[in-house]
């Protein structure tokens, strides 16, 4: 597979989790888009993590408004600086035409960058939101399912829907979202063979209308690319990949998965597409 992905053949594909303002891509923007659509990509969402980056992807989002929406959340890394007035500034900016979805939001005790009370607080805030908003919301979670789970489930059932992006956690956890009829979001972790292998038997146990594929660019590049990119940073014209990885992963073609994937997330986050395929 070439860095642009040989699968351009593959009906259109959506990632539902990318970066966008991160300093990695500062000097190449148009041209990451104008790789996106050669690849096959028809619509991307913006990932917001801060005051800063919810406001980026939200205005960058209006510059492509047929081809981009954006999220507003607090990252759990942040928790520890959103303050009240901080939060009352995020919740106004989910009110922008074009942000779809709340957070990214969640709890990560993986690298403990933010204080696990705080971090508690910051997610109730957002499902809260949610709720009201009647927006999907984009969850992280990384080491701290025994706190995740009971905090997402008293909400759930006022959520519009609710996925938890870049699933990487164990079989336990994933029936535990899906018994909360939770969407699961898989990256390239899935194409990584040195830490992605407990994920290929747990793939074909989600339901095609629970399943969304996303980047998480810049990170997360698939390590089944050929040749590899010059700068080992990821992008969405990359996604490709992963539907092929996740695709061998489920026993289905990559064909069908895209089709499966894109309807899902034109649901999920209410896009402006119709593109003829089936729910």
Same mark, same amino acid.
């Given at each position: 597979m070439d860095e642009l992905s040989a699968n351009c053949n593959v009906?259109?594909?959506?990632?539902? %989790?990318? *970066?966008?303002?991160?300093?990695?891509? #500062?000097?190449?923007?148009s041209e990451l888009i104008a790789r996106a659509k050669a690849a096959g990509i @028809? +619509?991307?969402?913006?990932? %917001?993590?801060? /005051?800063?980056s919810n406001a980026w992807v939200a205005q960058f989002a209006l510059t492509e408004p047929t081809f981009l929406r954006a999220t507003a959340g607090i990252h759990p890394h942040h928790a520890d600086s959103a303050t009240p007035a901080v939060l009352t500034q995020v919740r106004s900016q989910l009110e922008h035409a074009m942000v779809c979805a709340v957070g990214e939001t969640g709890l990560d005790y993986h690298? @403990?960058?933010?204080?696990?009370?705080? #971090?508690?607080?910051?997610?109730?805030?957002? /499902?809260?939101?949610?709720?009201? !908003?009647?927006?999907?919301? +984009?969850?992280h979670q990384r080491d701290a399912h025994k706190d995740f789970l009971p905090i997402v489930r008293a909400f759930r059932d006022d959520l519009p829907a609710a996925v938890v992006h870049c +699933?990487?956690? *164990?079989?336990?956890? !994933? +029936?535990? =979202?899906l018994d909360l009829d939770l969407h699961i979001g898989i990256t390239g972790w899935i194409a990584d063979e040195r830490r992605g292998r407990h994920l290929i038997p747990l793939m074909p146990s989600i339901p095609a209308n629970r399943l969304m594929i996303e980047t998480d660019s810049? =990170? /997360?590049?698939?390590?089944?690319?050929?040749?590899?990119?010059?700068?080992?940073? *990821?992008?969405?014209?990359f996604l490709p990949a992963v539907l092929e990885a996740?695709? *061998?992963a489920r026993s289905v073609s990559p064909h069908l998965l895209a089709q499966t994937t894109t309807q899902t997330a034109i649901n999920f986050f209410s896009l402006p597409l119709d593109l003829g395929i089936a729910d």
């Amino acid at each position: 597979m070439d860095e642009l992905s040989a699968n351009c053949n593959v009906p259109a594909i959506i990632d539902i %989790g990318c *970066n966008f303002a991160h300093e990695s891509f #500062q000097y190449d923007r148009s041209e990451l888009i104008a790789r996106a659509k050669a690849a096959g990509i @028809q +619509f991307c969402i913006g990932t %917001g993590s801060s /005051l800063e980056s919810n406001a980026w992807v939200a205005q960058f989002a209006l510059t492509e408004p047929t081809f981009l929406r954006a999220t507003a959340g607090i990252h759990p890394h942040h928790a520890d600086s959103a303050t009240p007035a901080v939060l009352t500034q995020v919740r106004s900016q989910l009110e922008h035409a074009m942000v779809c979805a709340v957070g990214e939001t969640g709890l990560d005790y993986h690298r @403990q960058l933010a204080s696990p009370r705080a #971090q508690r607080t910051v997610l109730e805030a957002h /499902l809260q939101w949610a709720c009201e !908003l009647k927006k999907p919301i +984009f969850l992280h979670q990384r080491d701290a399912h025994k706190d995740f789970l009971p905090i997402v489930r008293a909400f759930r059932d006022d959520l519009p829907a609710a996925v938890v992006h870049c +699933f990487t956690d *164990n079989e336990k956890a !994933l +029936f535990d =979202y899906l018994d909360l009829d939770l969407h699961i979001g898989i990256t390239g972790w899935i194409a990584d063979e040195r830490r992605g292998r407990h994920l290929i038997p747990l793939m074909p146990s989600i339901p095609a209308n629970r399943l969304m594929i996303e980047t998480d660019s810049p =990170y /997360l590049l698939p390590r089944t690319l050929r040749p590899k990119p010059k700068k080992h940073r *990821n992008e969405p014209a990359f996604l490709p990949a992963v539907l092929e990885a996740l695709a *061998n992963a489920r026993s289905v073609s990559p064909h069908l998965l895209a089709q499966t994937t894109t309807q899902t997330a034109i649901n999920f986050f209410s896009l402006p597409l119709d593109l003829g395929i089936a729910d």
